[in-house]
């Protein structure tokens, strides 16, 4: 599922195509990039027939400038694949990027499988929660949380799990962030269909830079 070099200056998602490779990786490379705080998001999820649902397989580290940026190997779940692309910024930002997904060895196996990138989270609100994401058997989860700057309350963390969809519950210790600085939480021998992270302890004058949520392989 490739995506030829072209400009995007809006939020969109890109038709889907069939996926076929077993591993595979996903690289974006842009070319050309102009507004103020022009920011360039991509998610890249898979179909699941199971759930007949889009699931969330990999979010790439924002993308601010010229580059190419390239996923770790992705263990396929799904039969479809797309693109999720959020434009940010002033001044008509605009980038002009290509995607391309390529297959990688079947003996290559991911250092983790899956990533979710949460920037809008209410970290001031408890039981405040990301999306969820598709664990696909995997054994270990990471929370890593940079925080901006905490007038009063440091927010609390835990990652959650759920084998259903509806009933969830903790995973490991809750993790308390830390003003403009960044702490992460891995639990290991996990079981669960879906993982997420949930604000346990709601923040005062609490701000977010970004909450990253990984699975890894056993």
């Not at 490779?21 to 705080?37: E, F, H, K, L, W």
């Not at 940079?146 to 309350?153: D, F, K, N, P, S």
């Not at 003003?179 to 977010?208: C, E, F, H, K, Y």
């Amino acid at each position: 599922m490739d995506i030829a070099s072209s400009a995007i200056t809006a939020t969109a998602t890109t038709a889907s195509g069939n996926l076929k490779q077993d591993y595979y990786t996903v690289t974006v490379a842009v070319t050309a990039a102009s507004g103020t705080n022009e920011t360039y998001a991509v998610e890249v999820q898979e179909y699941s027939d199971r759930r007949a649902a889009w699931e969330t397989v990999y979010m790439f580290p924002l993308i601010t400038a010229t580059g190419r940026s390239v996923s770790p190997t992705l263990k396929r779940s799904g039969t479809r694949v797309r693109y999720v692309q959020t434009i940010g910024g002033t001044d008509t930002p605009t980038f002009t990027r290509s995607i391309s997904l390529g297959a990688a060895p079947a003996n290559d196996k991911p250092g983790f499988t899956t990533q979710l990138i949460d920037r809008a989270l209410t970290v001031n609100t408890i039981s405040s929660t990301t999306s969820a994401l598709y664990t696909k058997g995997v054994k270990s989860v990471q929370m890593v949380v940079r925080m901006g700057a905490i007038t009063t309350t440091a927010p609390q963390f835990t990652l959650q799990g759920t084998l259903d969809g509806t009933n969830w519950y903790t995973l490991g210790s809750a993790l308390t962030s830390v003003a403009s600085s960044t702490v992460q939480l891995t639990v290991n021998n996990i079981n669960a269909d879906r993982v997420r992270i949930n604000t346990s302890t709601a923040g005062s004058g609490a701000t977010l830079g970004e909450i990253v949520l990984r699975t890894f392989e056993p």
